[in-house]
Nanobody
Framework: QVRLRESGGGSVQSGESLRLSCKVL????????VSWFRQRPGKGREGLAA??????SPTYHRTLEGRFTISEDKGVVYFEMRNLKPEDTAIYYC?????????????????WGQGTQVNVSS
């Protein structure tokens, strides 16, 4: 069974960028999708982007503004965030092993990382 380890969070100012990393510990081919979610203060966990590990094709939630990019290289799934805003402040999680249904629903994933905190100040 694979495990996930996120890194790359931190504190930044509005307009800056961050690249989060999700290291897949184990064989990434044993996952089908690896996705990024976030949980803002007082909110539920929301799906942002998903990457199909067989061919690297990305799928983004329809509400994203085009500031985020998901990609994979050598077993690490990256989530690049540009022009960050205070409302992007959240704990960011990666998830793997999609079980069906919506890619952006947290209940549809079997494996989760521990999360990485992102704070954006104005």
């Amino acid at each position: 069974q694979v495990r996930l380890r996120e890194s790359g969070g931190g504190s930044v100012q509005s307009g800056e960028s961050l690249r989060l990393s999700c290291k897949v510990l184990g064989d990434i081919s044993r996952t089908n999708w690896v996705s990024w979610f976030r949980q803002r203060p007082g909110k539920g966990r929301e799906g942002l982007a998903a990457l199909q590990t067989s061919d690297g094709s990305p799928t983004y939630h329809r509400t994203l503004e085009g500031r985020f990019t998901i990609s994979e290289d050598k077993g690490v799934v990256y989530f690049e965030m540009r022009n960050l805003k205070p409302e992007d402040t959240a704990i960011y999680y990666c998830a793997a092993v999609f079980t069906g249904g919506s890619l952006f629903t947290k209940d549809n994933y079997d494996i989760w990382g521990q999360g990485t905190q992102v704070n954006v100040s104005s």
